[in-house]
């Protein structure tokens, strides 16, 4: 990786290097215009090609339906926490959510702020180090929708495949940290939305992919900005857009293409993500904190014997060219992210790093 170090951290991620190499050429000219990407009019003919080739793109990937709306919006996943009951739950109405999470609880706040929200289950008891059985879901008579958070970074957790909800609810999914890391069929929801930031592009855009029925569904008297029909409406022009990351987006999907597609992602990351698993499970010394079952492809947490070791840890390994291990606050220890553009032979030698360190520091560990 020549200069470069191997960045582990929870978001912003890792960055494909073509990717990051052609917007280093299109920073200062792009498609031969005499003009940056950043310095482009979102109402020109050069942006509304970038634009347009990038919604195909993200199409095409996951075979999105012609009855979607696919959308580049601001504010990201923490604003769509908000905008979706905004737009989706009727006054009076109940929406369900599925808590694995800190993200998810943070959605059901906002939720709350909108209408009822009924938890329709939750893996608080385990400190949220599993992904629910779906036969412990206990939806509510009649919501409005079924939110669920598809992957849960500070735990290192994932959902293996969506929930069902009653027939003719909405499926909505908060796939922030996993969005085309594998393949997924986009008509088994209501709407999608992630923050661009660890698997699509850079921070301040979130996508959003929303069913034509869904658009028209929130109340009119809704401030203009928070509306999914007016981004409809405009092809996400409604005012001036995230340029330079719907660009880099639109990098970022013909990568993901030119690597296999969805599937080809889901299989380099389920290798990349085995090679630490594997090691966490023979150590002796570190140990992985998520079920086996519910392990995430994108997100490895680990502890180590005391949290002392722990700190001497992750201190060492940001020497060592390992940056971004510490864990999250509220969970402690260690996390790995590693997104889609993370090469597998940063996990082979992040593993060799883990093997070092385990070996020199084991005595210290012993009662």
């Not at 347009?52 to 999105?64: K, P, T, W, Y």
């Not at 926490?81 to 369900?96: H, Q």
């Not at 929801?189 to 992919?209: C, E, H």
């Not at 013909?254 to 389920?270: D, F, S, T, V, Y």
């Amino acid at each position: 990786m020549t200069d470069r170090i191997y960045n582990l951290g929870a978001g912003p991620g890792v960055l494909p290097e073509p990717v990051l190499k052609q917007a280093q050429q299109d920073i200062w000219n792009v498609a031969g215009s005499g003009i940056g990407i950043m310095e482009h009019s979102h109402r020109g003919k050069v942006f509304d090609r970038i634009a347009s080739e990038a919604e195909q793109a993200c199409r095409d990937l996951a075979g999105i339906p012609d009855n979607y709306h696919v959308l580049f919006l601001q504010g990201g996943a923490s604003l769509q926490f908000s905008m979706v009951p905004m737009n989706l739950m009727p006054k009076g109405g109940t929406a369900d959510y599925l808590v694995t999470g800190v993200w998810s609880e943070k959605a059901v706040k906002e939720a709350k702020l909108f209408g009822n929200v009924h938890e329709a289950v939750s893996g608080s008891d385990a400190n949220f180090n599993y992904v629910p059985a779906p036969d412990a879901i206990r939806y509510s008579p009649a919501p409005a929708y079924v939110h669920f958070t598809t992957n849960n970074t500070i735990y290192g957790t994932q959902w293996k495949r969506e929930p069902e909800p009653p027939a003719g609810v909405p499926l909505v999914a908060d796939s922030s940290s996993d969005m085309y890391s594998r393949p997924i069929d986009v008509s088994k929801y209501g709407l999608i939305y992630a923050g661009a930031q660890k698997n699509l592009g850079p921070s301040g855009v979130v996508l959003v992919i929303i069913r034509n029925d869904l658009v028209e569904k929130g109340p009119k008297d809704l401030p203009t900005m928070l509306q999914y029909r007016t981004h409809a409406k405009e092809h996400s022009l409604y005012n001036t857009p995230p340029t330079f990351g719907i660009y880099t987006m639109g990098l970022v999907f013909r990568w993901i293409a030119e690597q296999g597609g969805l599937a080809g992602m889901a299989e380099r990351n389920a290798e990349k993500a085995g090679i630490l698993y594997r090691y966490l499970d023979e150590s002796e010394f570190f140990h992985g904190t998520a079920q086996p079952e519910s392990r995430s492809t994108m997100n490895v947490c680990f502890r180590g014997p005391t949290e002392e070791l722990e700190s001497k840890f992750v201190s060492e390994a940001t020497k060592r060219g390992f940056e971004g291990l510490k864990g999250h606050r509220s969970a402690g220890g260690m996390r790995a992210s590693i997104y889609n553009a993370f090469p597998k032979e940063g996990c082979e030698a992040l593993v060799a790093f883990m093997k070092e360190f385990e070996l020199a520091n084991r005595a210290a560990a012993l009662p």
